[in-house]
């Protein structure tokens, strides 16, 4: 399901490709490079199966990623997958390697015999958001995203 000349394939390892753009994909986020850390993170995550690994080539060239979640589903007494991370080369973009990336995560998902697929992207990211409505997700309505973090713990909490 990829667009003419993009490969996607699932990756079980975290291969020096992968690494690099992953890293590449945490800078874009403002974290200082680590090479090293990034590649010992997915390889715990894949190796786990926290994480499933998809990797999208143009031609020769590395030029996208997804990371997914396989999440319990308790009222169904199943399973979906949450899309984690999507990132895409910067000289790859407008090319149909994000289309491809979420093509390709929402068949293995089916095939796999998840309920859906879910993301959360950030309001202002016109683009994503536009990519992913073309792909079929639609906006969930009644919820509300909240985050918890162990810095901003009220003093006195237990």
């Known amino acids: 399901m990829s667009a003419p000349g993009i490969d996607v ?10 690494v690099r753009l992953f890293d590449e994909y945490r800078q874009h986020y403002g974290e200082r490079p680590d090479p090293a850390g990034s590649g010992t993170w997915l390889r715990q995550q894949l190796d786990s199966g926290a994480l499933i690994g998809f990797l999208a080539k143009l031609g020769t060239e590395t ?5 997914v979640a396989p999440t ?3 009222q169904r007494l199943g399973h979906f997958w949450q899309l984690r991370d999507l990132f895409v ?11 491809a990336l ?3 995560v929402c068949s293995a998902a089916q095939a796999h015999g998840a309920n859906r697929v879910s993301l959360v992207t ?11 409505a073309d792909a079929g997700f639609e906006a ?3 919820y509300t995203s909240m985050s918890w ?3 901003s713990r009220p003093e006195g909490a237990a």
């Open 72 to 74: 319990p589903a308790s």
């Open 149 to 151: 973090s162990s810095s």
């Open 122 to 132: 950030e309001a202002d990211n016109r683009t994503a958001r536009d990519l992913y």
């Open 89 to 99: 080369a910067p000289e790859h973009r407008r090319l149909g390697v994000g289309k």
């Open 102 to 104: 979420v093509n390709s």
């Open 140 to 142: 969930v309505a009644g």
């Open 63 to 67: 030029a996208g990623l997804a990371l």
């Open 9 to 18: 394939s699932q990756v079980s390892a975290p291969t020096g490709q992968l």
